[in-house]
C-alpha cells in the first residue's frame, strides 16, 4: 500500500445523515437526538450512520432511522452532501444528508438515540457538530448543497466551504 497518497485518493466512507421537519412557518420543529453512545456522543445530531454493503443509500437512511428512532420516513429527499476531512483519519467521510417532513409513528429511544422535537428557531448548536451551524441554513431554507469541511483532532473545525447547489432534487453536477 502507499502510504503517502494523499487522502483524496482514498474512497470515502460513505454515510447517511436524515432530519424530519414536521409543521409549518414560526412553528416548525426537527427531529434531532441526542447520540447516547459511539461516535459523536453527547452531541444532538440527526439520524444516520455508515451505508452497508449491498444496500443504497437511501435504503441505509432509512434503516438507521428505523434502528434509532423506530420509524419510517414517507417523503425522504436528498437535500445535501457533505465531505469531512479529518487530520487524523485518512479516510474522508461523505455524508448524504436527507430531508423529510412526512413518519410512520411517534419516534421512539433507541440504544444509540434519544428523539426531540426542537423548534427550528431554536436549534442547539451549542450542543451539536462545529459543521452544523453552516449548512442548516440552507437545508431549513430548502435548498441543496454541498459542503467540504476539515476538521482537527475529530472535532475541532478549522476550514469549510458550503455552497448552494440547484435543486431539489439534489444533483451531482
Ligand atoms: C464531523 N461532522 C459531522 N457533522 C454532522 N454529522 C456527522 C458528522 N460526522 C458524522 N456525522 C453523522 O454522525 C452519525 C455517525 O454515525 P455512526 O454512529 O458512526 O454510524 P453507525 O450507526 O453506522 O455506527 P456503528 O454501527 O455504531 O459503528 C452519522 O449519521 C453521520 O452522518
Redesign the pocket.
Known sequence: MDTTAPSSDIPPKV???LMIVRGKGDSREILLGMKKK???AGYY??????VETGETIEEGAQR?LREEAHVEALDMERRGVLR?IFDDNPQP?E?HVFHATEFSAEPLESE?MAPVWFPTANIPFDKM?A??VYWYPLFLGGKCFRGE?F?TKTTTLVKHTVEEVPGPPFTWS
Open positions: 454515510l447517511t445523515l459511539g461516535f459523536g445530531n440527526g439520524f444516520g450512520g455508515k438507521e469531512f467521510w455524508v444509540e457538530w459543521d452544523d469541511l476538521f
